[in-house]
């Protein structure tokens, strides 16, 4: 486990290299050749189009009529998935060591363990949630269907994709309004984000 945290913390830094050496060329360009610059950010411009995705998203997925059809086997395999990971939850999840596989580093032990704590809550309370509903749509499934169309909200997602949809050259405006003063910013940044990875690799 150490290696590949290992691994994955190397390959964290060289990615960080190459966009510090990107954003040192693009800052290079921006203060000594702007009109440059601009060429090659409208090359690099594109339109992506996301109706389809909104359209996917937006879609009514009904599944009612096969739980309720089913409601004795779906409330069977509810309430016994749910005792099950109870049973684990209580007995058979020790925080510590479960913290101990993902973080081998002791100096923040004390707050992955919490973490994972807050985690299993979460867990339990999802799942005496399942067993009061199973038990309810086992024995009462007319009951749950009154609480699941009291429960049923339309969450309408197109207007949160449309402002993602909307072009802003803004940006491109101010950096191309004041060359030298972003491009001496974007390379100051950019060698310190060198610097620092060049040093985290050798050290």
Aim: glycine letters at 4%; proline letters at 1%.
């Amino acid at each position: 486990m150490q290696t590949l945290q290992q691994i994955g913390l190397q390959a964290v830094e060289i990615l960080t290299l190459v966009f510090g050496i990107l954003g040192m060329s693009f800052s290079l360009l921006l203060i000594f050749s702007p009109t440059l610059s601009r060429s090659i950010s409208a090359v690099f411009n594109r339109h992506v189009s996301i109706d389809e995705t909104v359209t996917y998203l937006d879609k009514n997925v009904r599944v009612d009529s096969f739980i309720y059809n089913h409601n004795m086997l779906v409330g069977t395999c509810l309430v016994a998935g749910s005792i099950f990971s109870l049973i684990f939850f209580f007995f058979k999840l020790d925080v510590s060591n479960f913290a101990n596989i993902f973080f081998v580093s002791h100096q923040y032990l004390s707050t992955n363990e919490m973490f994972f704590s807050a985690v299993s809550w979460v867990g339990k309370v999802a799942c005496f949630c399942g067993l009061f509903f199973g038990t309810i749509l086992f024995f009462a499934p007319n009951k749950m269907r009154n609480i699941e169309t009291k429960m049923n909200t339309w969450f309408e997602t197109r207007h949160i994709f449309e402002k993602l949809d909307n072009s802003n050259r803004e940006l491109d405006t101010i950096l191309f309004r004041r060359p030298l003063f972003f491009g001496s910013v974007g390379m100051i940044l950019s060698c310190f984000i060198i610097v620092l990875s060049i040093l985290n690799l050798l050290t």
